[in-house]
């Protein structure tokens, strides 16, 4: 079968970035893994998330800023076309802090990228009892919140359904259970997988996830990404506890408290740990004492999939101009722009975004 994009890696990103394409009228086949692959897209926290990124990149701010200002039409679309609602909430989201000293600090750095954003990075500082009317539920040793306007939050599997969904209905083909194992290229590209399965496209996108850091180099990639570890615990369905989300916790859509997550330089290890899981505990009952009394019904491990610098990678490749290497660490907060940008960079259409500071050139390792 021949498309014009092959894509490896029905995550997150390769279904954002598939969906784009196929609203543009092109023929696309994604290829995904099995059960056994780290999934991220299966693991996360579930933010729209814009504050704090792009603290030394400001690019990345706006990039981040760019899909969460396109995610409310992005997930109304979704929702027309599958019925499937992925529970987007964009009313603002905090950082929360136990200390003045690290508020403030936080509050210094984030001056400064507002300054060069133009001012374009809408927050507030909610002391204790400002904090308080907006959370009635926040514990006493919360010393108050940065609350950004721009943050939100939304259902990452329910996500991933409607992607899948919305993908097929649009004429795109997803190929499960197959693991990539070589790419080449002549006139088009030939994809091949473990199973001898034979694909054929005019052009590839690598969304493999932590896939990428054996199928990259394989294909001209410097692709330097590396797991990160984190564990997450999810509560009982409760009445409504949190009204906003923070990167301690958040009331899902279904009412569970989803609480996390940690970071931890493991390797390619997502098992959870006794310590990992009581730390969150007790940061997210210092912030929400009622919590303590919530019964926890879940918990898991998760890889991030970090590059050295914590930004997004949208490389071409050098060695075989078509395959394009696309991977990130918030495939939620940027499946909006994944879905409604990237592909006209992919085409090189006028209209591209510029993702010059993104590229590969700026790692010196080869
Ligand atoms: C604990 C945790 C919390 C997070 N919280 C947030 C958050 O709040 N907000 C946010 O925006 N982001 C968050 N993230 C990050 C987000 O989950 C990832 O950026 C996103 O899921 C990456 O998606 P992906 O499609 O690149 O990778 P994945 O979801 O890992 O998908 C990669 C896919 O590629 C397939 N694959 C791999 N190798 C091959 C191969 N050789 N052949 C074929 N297929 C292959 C796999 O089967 C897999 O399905 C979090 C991540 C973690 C771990």
Redesign the pocket.
């Known amino acids: 079968m021949t498309s014009d994009y092959a894509i490896?890696?029905?995550?997150?990103?390769?279904?954002s970035t598939a969906w784009g394409l196929l609203k543009r009228g092109l023929r696309v086949t994604v290829?995904?893994?099995?059960?056994?692959?780290?999934?991220?897209?299966?693991?996360?926290?579930?933010?729209?998330?814009v504050q704090s990124k792009g603290m030394k990149q400001p690019r990345y701010a706006q990039w981040s800023q760019d899909s969460a200002a396109a995610w409310a039409a992005f997930s109304a679309e979704l929702n027309d076309a599958t019925g499937r609602d992925v529970g987007l909430e964009q009313k603002g989201g905090y950082d929360l802090h136990f200390s003045e000293e690290s508020l403030e600090a936080t509050v210094a750095k984030y001056e400064v990228l507002k300054e060069t954003l133009g001012g374009n990075y809408p927050f507030e500082v909610l002391g204790h009892n400002a904090l308080r009317r907006e959370e009635p539920a926040i514990g006493p040793k919360v010393v108050g919140a940065i609350l950004h306007h721009q943050d939100g939050?939304a259902n990452?599997l329910k996500l991933l359904q409607a992607l899948a969904d919305d993908v097929r209905r649009l004429g795109g083909v997803i190929m499960n259970g197959?693991?990539?194992?070589a790419v080449d290229k002549s006139d088009l590209f030939r994809i091949t997988?473990a199973d001898k399965t034979e694909v054929r496209a005019r052009k590839v996108v690598l969304?493999?996830?932590?896939?990428?850091m054996?199928?990259g180099p394989m294909m001209g990639f410097k692709a330097p990404i590396r797991p990160?570890?984190?564990?997450?615990l999810i509560t009982e369905k409760l009445p409504k506890l949190i009204n906003r989300p923070s990167l301690i916790a958040r009331q899902v859509d279904e009412g569970g408290i989803q609480i996390?997550?940690?970071n931890e330089e493991v390797g390619l290890d997502d098992t959870v740990t006794q310590r990992g899981l009581s730390g969150l505990a007790a940061e997210a009952i210092a912030a929400f004492p009622a919590l303590a009394k919530a019964q926890l019904v879940r918990s898991w491990?998760?890889?991030?999939?970090l590059s050295p610098d914590g930004l997004p990678i949208y490389q071409e490749s050098p060695d075989m101009p078509g395959a394009y290497l696309?991977?990130?660490?918030?495939?939620?907060?940027?499946?909006a722009a994944h879905a409604r940008f990237l592909p006209d960079w992919l085409e090189g259409a006028d209209t591209a975004p510029n993702l010059e500071v993104f590229s590969e050139n700026r790692f010196a390792i080869s």
């Open positions: 490896i890696g029905g995550g997150i990103v390769g279904l290829l995904d893994g099995d059960d056994g692959s780290f999934r991220a897209s299966r693991g996360n926290f579930g933010l729209v998330w939050h990452p197959m693991h990539v194992t997988c969304s493999a996830g932590l896939g990428a054996t199928l990160q570890r984190g564990q997450v996390g997550a940690t491990g998760a890889l991030r999939i696309v991977t990130c660490h918030s495939g939620i907060t940027l499946a």
